[in-house]
C-alpha cells in the first residue's frame, strides 16, 4: 500500500482530469473508483483514485478555491529519450512550457510543463539510472520559505518511519539570485517513497496551497495523533482531517478505514460519514466508524 499519496484538487474536473491522465500515461495506469461526496460546503464533490505508471493519486471536485502551481510537480522518470517527447506533446498542448524540451546539463532530455489543467510536470530522461518509482513529487521553497529546503528534509525526515536523504546538491557561489549553499535539489525517501525538494530565489507569484496536499494513510488513531501533533502548524487551517506544517505544506492524515468508507455503494452510509467527517478538524476513527455503521 503507498502511505503517501498526492491529493489534487480540482473545480468540477477531477474524473475528467484523472481520464485524460490515464489516456496519456498508458502503462499500469487505471481509475480505480469514483464516489460523490453530497451536501458538502462545496456542494457535491466527486473524489476519484487513479494509478499512474503504479503510482496512487487521488482528486477532488470541489470548488474553485485553490489552483495548481509550480509549487509542487510531479517529475516522471523515462527510460529512453523517445519516450519523453510524446508526454511533452500531449501534456503541453493547451497548457504551458515552463522549461522546453530539450537538453540541459542533468539529462539530455526534459522539459517542464503545465498542462492544461495547471497542474506542472516535469518530464526527464534519465539514462542509466534505475527507476524503482516512475512518478515522483518536487516540492519548490520559494517567497518566505525559499531557503528552507534542507529545514524541510531534516523535518519531513524525522516524522515519517521508513525515511532518508539520499543527495543534496547545493547552490555554488555566483548563483545568484539563489544564495550560496540552499538546495538547488534534494532527493529523499518518506515511509519508503521518492521525493524531491529545491530552493529558489527567482521572483515566483506563487507558494505552496491546497490544491495539492498530501494524504497519509493511518491504521489507528494513535498514528493520527502522533502525525497531527508533529505535522500541524497553522491552527485555522485545520478541518476535515487538513493540515498545513511549519513550511506551508499541506497534508490530510486520515485513517486507512477510510478507503472502504467512501467507496461504498451504500449512498445513505456514504451520507452518513460525510456529515461525520465535515464537523471533525483531527479525524476521530471510533465516531467515524459509528457514522458508517448508523450508530
Not at 475528467?16 to 453530497?38: C, P, R, W
Not at 504551458?96 to 503545465?114: G, N
Request: hydrophobic residues 40%.
Amino acid at each position: 500500500m503507498q502511505k503517501i499519496v498526492p491529493n489534487l484538487w480540482y473545480d468540477k474536473e477531477a474524473k475528467e482530469a484523472a481520464e485524460f491522465y490515464v489516456s496519456v500515461f498508458g502503462q499500469d495506469s487505471k481509475i480505480t473508483n469514483v464516489s460523490t461526496l453530497h451536501d458538502t460546503p462545496s456542494g457535491d464533490c466527486d473524489l476519484v483514485s487513479f494509478r499512474l505508471r503504479g503510482y496512487e493519486f487521488m482528486a477532488i471536485s470541489a470548488g474553485p478555491l485553490f489552483t495548481f502551481n509550480p509549487a509542487v510537480s510531479f517529475h516522471v522518470k523515462c527510460k529512453t529519450k523517445d519516450e519523453v517527447d510524446p508526454l511533452f506533446e500531449r501534456l503541453s498542448k493547451d497548457g504551458k512550457v515552463l522549461m522546453p524540451l530539450d537538453a540541459y546539463p542533468f539529462s539530455e532530455r526534459f522539459a517542464w510543463v503545465q498542462d492544461r489543467y495547471g497542474l506542472s510536470w516535469q518530464l526527464i530522461y534519465v539514462g542509466d539510472q534505475p527507476i524503482r518509482q516512475a512518478i515522483m513529487p518536487a516540492v519548490m521553497f520559494v517567497g518566505d520559505v525559499c531557503g528552507k529546503a534542507e529545514d524541510a528534509v531534516k523535518f519531513w525526515t524525522s516524522v515519517f518511519p521508513q525515511s532518508k536523504t539520499n543527495m543534496m546538491m547545493r547552490y555554488p557561489a555566483g548563483a545568484k539570485p539563489d544564495k550560496e549553499g540552499t538546495i538547488q535539489y534534494a532527493s529523499f525517501a518518506l515511509c519508503g517513497q521518492e521525493f524531491g525538494a529545491m530552493d529558489s530565489a527567482h521572483e515566483h507569484k506563487f507558494q505552496f496551497n491546497e490544491a495539492i496536499s498530501f494524504i497519509v494513510k493511518c491504521d489507528d488513531q494513535a498514528e493520527i495523533d502522533r502525525y497531527w501533533k508533529a505535522l500541524s502548524a497553522v491552527p485555522e487551517s485545520e478541518q476535515c482531517g487538513w493540515l498545513k506544517d511549519r513550511f506551508g505544506v499541506s497534508w490530510q492524515i486520515v485513517p486507512t478505514a477510510m478507503d472502504e468508507m467512501l467507496r461504498t455503494k451504500d449512498e445513505k452510509k456514504l451520507d452518513r460519514v460525510t456529515q461525520a467527517l465535515l464537523k471533525m478538524k483531527k479525524f476521530d476513527i471510533a465516531e467515524l466508524e459509528k457514522a458508517a455503521e448508523g450508530k
